[in-house]
C-alpha cells in the first residue's frame, strides 16, 4: 500500500507515514455519505447541533496535540498556531450558535388565499477538499457549516499534514456522529480526483487556482454546485495620511504571519510617494528584530515554507524579479544552522508589474514593493491583478477608506487595524479567487438549495 510521509518542515525529519486511501475505499465511503445522508437530514438543525457540540469538545480537549503538530508537521509558529486551534474552535461554536437563526424558513409572501414559505435543505453528499496552511481553521471553515446545514461530507486534507488530518478524524469518530456523515480519505491529487468523480452533489475547495479550475469544469460536467476559496494577491494600499506607526504591525503580520503562506494575504504593498522611504525604514527595521526559526519553539515569530517544493518555488519567482531588475531592499540573515525549508524574510523594490512577483501569488515572506503618485494611479495598481480576494486601505480618512475599498475589485477590503476575518462576515472572493462564501448566513445559505413551499392560508 503506498504512503505518504510527514516532514518536519523545520528539520526536514521524518515524523510518521499514513496510508493512502484506495480507490476502492474511496468509492465506499461516498456510498456511505449518500446513505447516512437521509438520516442526518431527518435530525434537523437542533439534533445536529446538539450531535456536532461533541465535535468542539474533542477539539477543546485535544488542543494543545493539535498546536504542537501544527508547528511540526506545518511549521506555523508555536504562537500562531494557538491562534489556529483555539480561532477554528471559536468558529465552529459559532456556526452552532447561530445555526438555528440562519436555516429557519422564513414567509417570503402572504395574502388572504395563500403563504409562501421558503426553506433551506442540504445539498447532498459533499466532496471537500482543503490545503495546508491552516490545518484546524481549514477543517472548520470547510467542514463545520457543511454538516450543520445536514451535508455529508467526505473530507481530503492536504497530503503535506496527514498527520493532522489523522487527529480531526479521530475527533470526529469519537464525537459518535452517524456512520457516513464524516469520512476522510488520504492522498494527492490523484485521490482527489477520484473523489469528485464519485457520485457527489458539490465540490468544496479551498487551494490554488489553477486545481480550482479544474475542479469547476468536473463539476460543469457534473452539473452541481461548487464552493471554491482559491487564491489571491491582495493589495495593501498606503496613503499619503497614514499612520505608518499605527499600522506597522498589521502590515507585517498580514505579510509575514505564517511565513506569508496565507490566501488572502497582503502581497503587494502599494505606497504613497511621500511615505515610500518611511515604509521601508521601519519595516525593514521591524524585520530585523523577529527571529526566524524551528517552528516548535517558543518565541519564533517566522517558521518555515511547508515544503522543499514551495521553497523552490518561491526561489525561482524571486530570481525572475531580480533578473529583470527588482531590487532586494532589505534580507533577512538567516542562522546558518537551520536545516529546514527556510527563505529568508525579504523586501523588494523597483518592481514591475510584469514580473512573476506581481502577476503570481506570492506564497512567502517576500513583499513587493511599489510607489504611487494619485489615488486612481493606486486603484489601477491595487486591481492589476487577475486574483480578487482580500484587500488592505491604510489612511485615517474614512470616506477616502470607503471610496477606494468601493473601487476595489475583491471581495473583502479592511481599513488599517480593523479585522474582515471574523464568524459572521462572509469570506471569499471574486475574479480568479473564487466562487461562494464561507462564514456567517451567507455560508449556510451557499451550502443549502432553497425550497419554496406555497400553502394555503
Known amino acids: ?145 457543511n454538516l450543520v446545514v445536514g451535508n455529508t461530507v467526505v473530507f481530503k486534507d492536504s497530503e503535506e499534514v496527514p498527520l493532522c488530518g489523522k487527529l480531526i478524524e479521530e475527533v470526529i469518530l469519537k464525537a459518535g456522529l ?39 469544469q468536473m463539476a460543469a460536467k457534473k452539473f452541481i454546485r461548487v464552493f471554491l476559496e482559491l487564491g489571491g494577491s491582495a493589495p495593501g494600499v498606503i496613503f499619503e495620511d497614514a499612520d505608518i506607526d499605527k499600522v506597522l504591525d498589521t502590515v507585517y503580520a498580514n505579510r509575514f504571519d505564517n511565513c506569508g503562506q496565507i490566501c488572502d494575504g497582503l502581497k503587494r504593498l502599494i505606497v504613497h510617494e511621500s511615505k515610500y522611504d518611511e515604509v521601508i525604514s521601519k519595516l525593514s527595521k521591524k524585520l530585523k528584530s523577529v527571529k526566524v526559526g524551528n517552528a516548535s519553539e517558543n518565541g519564533t515569530h517566522i517558521g518555515p515554507l511547508v515544503s522543499e517544493k514551495q521553497l523552490e518555488f518561491l526561489k525561482k519567482q524571486v530570481s525572475s524579479a531580480t533578473k529583470e531588475g527588482a531590487k532586494v531592499e532589505f534580507e533577512y540573515e538567516l542562522n546558518t544552522a537551520l536545516k529546514g525549508f527556510f527563505y529568508p524574510p ?57 471610496r477606494v475599498s468601493k473601487e476595489i475589485k475583491s471581495g473583502m477590503v479592511q481599513m488599517n487595524n480593523t479585522s474582515y476575518v471574523v464568524p459572521a462576515s462572509p469570506f471569499g472572493g471574486c475574479k480568479l479567487s473564487g466562487i461562494g462564501r464561507e462564514h456567517g448566513k451567507f455560508g449556510f445559505h451557499d451550502l443549502t438549495e432553497l425550497k419554496l413551499i406555497s400553502l394555503e392560508a
Not at 523545520?10 to 437521509?38: P, Y
Not at 480519505?185 to 485521490?191: A, K, S, V
Request: glycine share 8%; aromatic share 10%; hydrophobic share 40%.
Open 1 to 145: 500500500m503506498n504512503q505518504i510521509t510527514s516532514i518536519n518542515p523545520s528539520t526536514k525529519e521524518v515524523l510518521g507515514k499514513v496510508d493512502t486511501t484506495s480507490k476502492e475505499d474511496v468509492v465506499k465511503k461516498v456510498k456511505l455519505a449518500r446513505k447516512a445522508l437521509m438520516k442526518w437530514r431527518e435530525l434537523g438543525v437542533e439534533g445536529r447541533v446538539k450531535t456536532l457540540r461533541g465535535v468542539v469538545e474533542g477539539f477543546r480537549n485535544k488542543r494543545d496535540e493539535f498546536i504542537e503538530l501544527i508547528a511540526k508537521e506545518m511549521g506555523m509558529p508555536v504562537e500562531e498556531a494557538v491562534y489556529d486551534v483555539v480561532g477554528a474552535i471559536e468558529y465552529f461554536e459559532w456556526y452552532l450558535d447561530n445555526a438555528d437563526k440562519y436555516l429557519a424558513p422564513e414567509v417570503v409572501h402572504k395574502d388572504d388565499d395563500q403563504v409562501h414559505t421558503v426553506y433551506r435543505e442540504p445539498v447532498g453528499v459533499v466532496a471537500a477538499i482543503t490545503p495546508w496552511n491552516f490545518p484546524a481553521s481549514n477543517f472548520v471553515w470547510m467542514c463545520g457549516q
Open 346 to 402: 525579504t523586501i523588494l523594490t523597483n518592481v514591475s508589474t510584469d514580473m512573476d512577483v506581481w502577476k503570481e501569488e506570492v506564497f512567502g515572506p517576500v513583499l513587493p514593493i511599489v510607489k504611487f503618485q494619485t489615488e486612481a494611479e493606486a486603484i489601477e495598481l491595487a486591481n492589476n491583478t487577475k486574483y480578487g480576494l482580500g484587500g488592505y486601505v491604510f489612511t485615517e480618512d474614512k470616506d477616502k477608506a470607503l
Open 178 to 216: 452517524p456512520e457516513g456523515v464524516f469520512s476522510e480519505i488520504y492522498g494527492g491529487g490523484e485521490i482527489g480526483k477520484e473523489l469528485v468523480d464519485q457520485d457527489i452533489d458539490m465540490i468544496c475547495f479551498t487551494g490554488s487556482t489553477s486545481t480550482g479550475q479544474v475542479l469547476y
